[in-house]
């Protein structure tokens, strides 16, 4: 699967995942999760749009009925960026101390109750420990407090892996922070709290679904890369076979629920199918990790111009993660077609099982998700957020910035491949 024979090959894949909990009501449920952990001050940590639903209060104000002091901070930003995150660290610092915090939100909250649990427990500045080269990679060397996510949205996954993505500023360039420890210690996930997303965040977060199990499942295969020393092995090990299960599982499930969760948000089985998708895929790619779209996704959102999507914020313009990934999807799997082409269309076949496969069978995978961006209204192409050829060399130059998830796509990337995925990009039908 991979182009690349390493002298000593890899023999050695590894699988972590939180404690989980899962179901309708399961989150009626974290007061006494809570209580068995022995904490006594919860923060709650939250964005205005998810707090506006009543959500996170009804989980702080469960906490109370255990003796717990439950305070919620509704300070998220949506796709937090440094500033954000050290503003919710100093504020949870000078509130603190903690003894245990709860995200309830999508990737957004349940990544920055992550960053804020680092720096409430370890030393130092948000920056010491973002992935170099924009930050200087350290690791956490002190324990974290037990951290309860509970996503509301149907999309990153954020609930069982170990990392929280940001936006740097300054640099303009999405990155993050990388460590075993971040990992939550519980995920709740309740299909009930999902269904007030409206429809804009259910596609663009459900293509964040989809794109975790398919770069998941195409990813270079474990055994391609170099033997590893213990210390030196990663949360992500490429595919294999623990991970492939839930990658399949995810678009089997994708398949039958991502429309019907857009057109009709009450549709009970469709939203329980998409909030089970989203864990399934988030322990597939949590594992094995994610390649070109999700590289491609980080400059797309952090270069943005002037595009303000449906169903977000409107203040700022944004193009939203799981947009962001899709839209060099097609292109990037018509690229790696090649490396593995019995896994493209095994992808596409549990995605689309009825779709015939056109004369060149390349084009499955590419077809079949294009109809389903169509369908669920995603924009067409990098165009239709605001970019033009011209962008193409900023772009380019913003996803080669992604190593450590370019280094699991399964054939080697050059500038001129992704300028090629990017320009081939900007429409898509
Ligand atoms: N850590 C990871 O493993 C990981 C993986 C993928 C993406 N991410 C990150 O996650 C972020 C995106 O997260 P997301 O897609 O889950 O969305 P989000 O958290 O950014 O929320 C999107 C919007 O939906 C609203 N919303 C969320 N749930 C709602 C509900 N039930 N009812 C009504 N409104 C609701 C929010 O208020 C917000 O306006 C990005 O920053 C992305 O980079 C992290
Ligand atoms: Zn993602």
Redesign the pocket.
């Known amino acids: 699967m991979s182009s690349t024979v390493p002298a000593a090959p890899e023999s050695v894949f590894t699988y972590g995942a939180p404690q989980l909990k899962f179901g309708d009501g399961a989150s009626d449920e974290i007061g006494f999760d809570l209580s068995r952990f022995g904490v006594r001050r919860v923060l709650v940590v939250t964005?205005?749009?998810?707090a506006a639903?009543g959500?996170p209060q009804r989980v702080a104000e469960q906490m109370q009925r255990f003796g717990i002091e439950a305070r919620v901070f509704d300070g998220v930003h949506?796709?937090?960026t440094d500033q954000s995150m050290i503003a919710a660290i100093e504020e949870a610092r000078s509130t603190g101390p903690w003894d245990a915090f709860v995200a309830v939100?999508?990737?957004?909250?349940?990544?920055t109750a992550k960053a804020i649990n680092l720096l409430c427990t370890n030393p130092g500045e948000l920056i010491d420990y973002v992935n170099v080269p924009v930050g200087r990679g350290q690791d956490p060397t002190e324990p974290l407090k037990p951290l309860v996510a509970v996503?509301?949205?149907t999309?990153?996954?954020?609930e069982s892996?170990t990392?929280?993505?940001m936006d740097v500023l300054a640099q303009r360039v999405?990155t993050?922070i990388s460590s075993a420890r971040l990992r939550p210690t519980l995920a709740v996930i309740d299909p009930l709290?999902?269904?007030?997303?409206?429809p804009g965040?259910t596609a663009?977060?459900g293509m964040?679904i989809l794109c975790h199990a398919l770069e998941s499942y195409t990813a270079r295969w474990y055994t391609s890369y170099d033997h590893k020393t213990p210390e030196q092995r990663v949360p992500y090990c490429g595919a294999n076979p623990i991970s492939d299960m839930w990658s399949e599982k995810a678009l089997s499930l994708l398949a039958g629920s991502f429309r019907t969760a857009v057109r009709d948000g009450d549709d009970a089985q469709a939203r329980s199918d998409m909030a089970m998708a989203a864990t399934f895929a988030?322990m597939g790619f949590?594992n094995a990790g994610v390649h070109i779209p999700h590289a491609n996704a980080y400059p797309i959102a952090g270069q943005v111009k002037d595009f303000h999507p449906k169903d977000?914020?409107a203040a700022e313009p944004m193009v939203?993660?799981?947009m962001s990934v899709a839209l060099t999807a097609p292109e990037a799997f018509r690229f790696t077609f090649a490396a593995a082409p019995e896994r493209h269309l095994r992808a596409a076949r549990l995605l689309a099982p009825g779709a015939d496969t056109p004369t060149d069978a390349a084009e499955l995978l590419p077809t079949v998700l294009t109809e389903l961006m169509r369908d669920i209204d995603i924009p067409n192409g990098v165009a239709a957020v605001g970019f033009d050829e011209g962008d193409v060399p900023d772009l380019v130059a913003g996803a080669m910035k992604q190593q450590r998830l370019l280094a699991t796509c399964p054939l080697p990337v050059t500038e001129e491949d992704l300028a090629g995925v990017f320009t081939r990009s900007m429409s898509l039908w």
């Open positions: 964005d205005p749009g998810v639903t959500l949506v796709e937090p939100g999508g990737g957004s909250s349940i990544d996503p509301t949205t999309g990153t996954g954020s892996t990392i929280c993505v999405k993050g709290l999902t269904r007030t997303q409206p965040v663009a977060s964040d988030g949590g977000y914020p939203p993660h799981g």
